[in-house]
């Protein structure tokens, strides 16, 4: 397993890319309300990510994938593909944006509640967001990959979710999926080494009932077998000397960008 870790040159282009993957989820925010199709949040998406930033959306035509944003509601677990049916109050809704900025890769996504969602609903997002957070804190260098996967995984179960298991984070820079892969369940203690000048993602994927997914016949579109609902917080970070940077940090997050 080859990790690649980063430059300074690197790094300062990968705050940038940070930066604007993490505007585009700001600027989206006021958009997402009954009524509007998630057809329309990509194009929204798409035309500030390439005529205001003057970037690239990553996931447009990545391995065919037709859209520059995935948006996944209710029981889609990952790479929804926007189209044309409206959103309904009390639907939940993942959008998920990378961007490209001088070859270099920002991944983000979050929750947004549509109208007035359900308690369960919104407890869902949060423990979820919860164990990304959880994650986030223990990265430093000598953190080992089972550490987070560990924290992941007990946060969720304790509050009687599970983790979905075949999609996980990944190492991120020039390549949009690189080594190493991050699970979001594991063992402490076992796993890589964390290393200062590595940069990753944690996208938790944290399911309401169980845990086993099913991906639809587009290819891309993954749900919950039981149709329960799933939810998903993901930033992109780097391991500096003494512990983390966020570099898609957004005004709404309660975690501080660089550990303390």
Same mark, same amino acid.
């Given at each position: 397993?080859?990790?690649?870790?980063?430059?300074?040159? +690197?790094?300062?282009?990968?705050?940038?890319?940070?930066?604007?993957?993490?505007?585009?989820?700001?600027?989206?925010?006021?958009?997402?309300?009954?009524?509007?199709?998630?057809?329309?949040?990509?194009?929204?998406?798409?035309?500030?990510?390439?005529?205001?930033?003057?970037?690239?959306?990553?996931?447009?035509?990545?391995?065919?994938?037709?859209?520059?944003?995935?948006?996944?509601?209710?029981?889609?677990?990952?790479?929804?593909?926007?189209?044309?049916?409206?959103?309904?109050?009390?639907?939940?809704?993942?959008?998920?944006?990378?961007?490209?900025? +001088?070859?270099?890769?920002?991944?983000?996504?979050?929750?947004?509640?549509?109208?007035?969602?359900?308690?369960?609903?919104?407890?869902?997002?949060?423990?979820?967001?919860?164990?990304?957070?959880?994650?986030?804190?223990?990265?430093?260098?000598?953190?080992?990959?089972?550490?987070?996967?560990?924290?992941?995984?007990?946060?969720?179960?304790?509050?009687?979710?599970?983790?979905?298991?075949?999609?996980?984070?990944?190492?991120?820079?020039?390549?949009?999926?690189?080594?190493?892969?991050?699970?979001?369940?594991?063992?402490?203690?076992?796993?890589?080494?964390?290393?200062?000048?590595?940069?990753?993602?944690?996208?938790?994927?944290?399911?309401?009932?169980?845990? +086993?997914?099913?991906?639809?016949?587009?290819?891309?579109?993954?749900?919950?077998?039981?149709?329960?609902?799933?939810?998903?917080?993901?930033?992109?970070?780097?391991?500096?000397?003494?512990?983390?940077?966020?570099?898609?940090?957004?005004?709404?997050?309660?975690?501080?960008?660089?550990?303390?």
């Amino acid at each position: 397993m080859t990790v690649t870790l980063k430059t300074p040159e +690197d790094i300062a282009k990968m705050r940038i890319a940070g930066k604007l993957a993490a505007d585009v989820l700001e600027m989206i925010a006021d958009y997402v309300k009954p009524g509007v199709t998630t057809e329309e949040l990509d194009r929204i998406c798409h035309d500030y990510i390439v005529n205001e930033q003057k970037a690239i959306p990553a996931p447009l035509n990545y391995k065919g994938f037709p859209k520059s944003i995935c948006t996944s509601i209710n029981h889609v677990v990952c790479h929804g593909i926007p189209n044309e049916k409206p959103l309904k109050d009390g639907d939940t809704l993942n959008i998920d944006v990378t961007v490209i900025k +001088d070859g270099y890769h920002g991944d983000t996504s979050r929750m947004f509640h549509v109208g007035s969602v359900p308690v369960w609903a919104e407890r869902l997002s949060q423990v979820t967001q919860e164990c990304m957070y959880k994650a986030i804190e223990l990265v430093k260098p000598g953190c080992r990959l089972g550490d987070i996967g560990e924290v992941i995984q007990k946060h969720a179960e304790k509050n009687g979710f599970s983790v979905v298991r075949e999609f996980c984070g990944h190492g991120i820079g020039k390549v949009f999926h690189e080594e190493p892969q991050i699970l979001h369940y594991g063992r402490a203690g076992t796993g890589m080494e964390l290393k200062a000048g590595m940069t990753f993602t944690i996208e938790p994927m944290i399911n309401q009932g169980k845990a +086993d997914t099913k991906v639809l016949g587009d290819g891309w579109t993954a749900i919950t077998k039981d149709r329960k609902l799933s939810a998903q917080w993901e930033h992109t970070l780097l391991v500096t000397d003494t512990g983390y940077e966020i570099f898609t940090l957004r005004s709404d997050d309660t975690i501080p960008r660089v550990s303390a």
